[in-house]
């Protein structure tokens, strides 16, 4: 993690992270809290794993915050070149504020990660993503949230 390891509210520890950009190939999904509650994202994944044929090293959402009522989200894997029946997603480069998660509900960590985007006088960046949730097959962590954030406030 690149800058110097903060915390972010309660028992969260986040850092300053520079991603370089990068081209997913996944699926899509756009829909309600609620129904991202009752596991719509998560069917999103378990479809993706089964059209590529198991799980991969590593899995990245991509959450759009842009609605009232819910919000987008992108999974996909890292894929220089096009993946058959899979949707194409060009990420620029971007900064995160980030947090290991133990799985489950990340509502609760990126909280804290908003939090502490405020503390530090930072911002959203404009146009998004707002989030990027980065899963790795090894398991540890389970999840590494990345809360998407704007160069600080001058």
């Known amino acids: 993690m690149a800058d110097g390891t903060e915390r972010a509210g309660g028992t969260v520890k986040a850092a300053l992270v520079d991603h370089p950009p990068r081209r997913l190939a996944g699926m899509a999904w756009e829909g309600t809290y609620a129904e991202a509650a009752d ?4 069917r999103l994944i378990e479809e993706l794993c089964r059209r590529l044929d198991g799980r991969p090293e590593t899995l990245w959402g991509v959450s759009w915050e842009d609605r009232p009522d819910g919000f987008r989200h992108f999974a996909g894997i890292e894929a220089a070149e096009a993946v058959p029946g899979l949707e194409r997603l060009d990420l620029p480069a971007l900064t995160s504020l980030t947090a290991d998660h133990t799985g489950g509900d990340a509502t609760g960590v990126y909280g804290a990660l908003q939090a502490l985007r ?3 006088g930072m ?14 097959r090894d398991g ?9 954030v704007a160069e600080q406030n001058g």
Request: aromatic residues 0%; proline residues 13%; charged residues 35%.
């Open 123 to 136: 911002a959203r960046r404009p146009g998004g993503p707002d989030m990027l949730d980065e899963h790795r």
């Open 118 to 120: 405020d503390r530090r």
């Open 140 to 148: 540890s962590p389970p999840m590494r949230a990345h809360l998407v």
């Open 39 to 42: 596991g719509a994202v998560r």
